[in-house]
């Protein structure tokens, strides 16, 4: 597994740019959307430096976070620090989600955002995460989209490395903070997760349009709205999800805590 302080300092820039924003806003509007309007108990697995942790907080939740690295523990905490109205709604532990051990606790929501990516598999972490969903409860999993590996290089105008990755079949390839990573692909993710008692939900994809911009992309308030919509437009709909890099996939235990 990639030490994930090694690349704390570039996620903290990729997360600020204007293609980080459309990642964290596209998956939390999404999440809104599936959670009830009121305060809910929050898992967030591999919180890396808090971004998710601290917008669910500010909704109202109370959040564990949870990561491997020390460093982005520290990271999460030290950002936490700046809104002492969150600090009581949020608590730390220091685990890795493969081996994450919250007591017999569940969720109603769990999330494992940009982190399976970094595993050798997925399924492991996603039985132990299914198994912390509440009744009635959500797991949502971001990860990177095997299928769509070649199409980021391609926009980029890197046609010999696009040609060898989609001819290859491979499901590794560099990402945004120059690391090899691997890709799982929806409907595997579904599986799983249906294989753990979990009800899938309609999945997204996350950055169809945008993910060859540059990292210094920074748009005007105006071009960012325009792009956020057109995003949100196309992350439910075929085919457009399906060549997005990150699918964004959700699945709900029943509300009688029952396998479906």
Known sequence: MTDFAAVGATYDTYSNSGRGRLRHDLVFRRLQAELPGRPVRVLDAGCGTGEMTLRLAAAGHRVTAADASDD?????????????????????????????????????LVCCHGVLMYLDEPATAVARLAGTVAPGGVLSILAKNRAAIGSREALRGEYALARDLIESGTGVSVGHLGVRT?????????RIAAEHGLSPLPWQGIRVFNDHRAKEWAPEPDEYASALEAEW???TRDPYRQVAPLVHTLARRAPDGSSR
């Open 182 to 190: 691997r890709g799982d692909t929806a409907e595997e993710l579904d």
């Open 72 to 108: 982005m523990i520290a990271a999460a905490a030290s950002r936490l620090s700046a809104h002492p109205e969150l600090t009581a709604q949020v608590r730390f532990l220091n685990a890795a989600v493969e081996v994450l051990d919250v007591g017999g606790e569940t969720f109603d």
């Open 233 to 235: 437009a196309a992350s």
